[in-house]
């Protein structure tokens, strides 16, 4: 199956999700794997074995985290200042929703946290591209717009993994680190 067959797949999936607490855990797992891929496909190959888990970024390993691979993203320069914060706001919705009992995501801080969320990716082409594919051009009730807001950052994400190669890596360090 195609990459852009399985992302389809993921989005038809996602789509029929209809509660907001677990539209965020799924859209954030989902943005959780492509940074992991994203950070894969950038890095030099891993030393372990092909069947055990990479050294960096699966497990409890130092980029295994959403968090660390949202800081380590955008430390790379794979990703923008905008949408890091974008991430890291999502990092926040995301904790509040699969670490508490009750979730409501009318509630403060979480409202706060979707408002910034609107505010930050609303005005992007991705989002309208997005609105148009995936909801016709609708207006959308909060459940599809939280899903809108969700699904442009993977969208997005998706569009970064296929475009990152393989780091070079520094040859003049690398020239040192030969001596």
Sequence with gaps: MSSSAAFDDFA????AERTPRMMIIV?????????CDTLAAYLVPKRAKSNDQDELLEG????????????MCYRLAIVDESLYLILETIRSIRNASAHAISFDASVSPTREHISELRKCV?????YKWTKERYFANQSLTKTEELQCLLLTI???LEGVRKKTTQTK???TTMAISKR
């Design 12 to 15: 038809d999936d996602f789509l």
């Design 27 to 35: 859209g954030a797992s989902k943005i959780d794997a492509l940074l």
């Design 60 to 71: 409890d390993r130092p980029l295994g985290a959403f968090s660390s691979r949202i800081k």
């Design 122 to 126: 609303e005005p992007r082409s991705s």
């Design 154 to 156: 993977c969208v997005l």
């Design 169 to 171: 890596g520094n040859k």
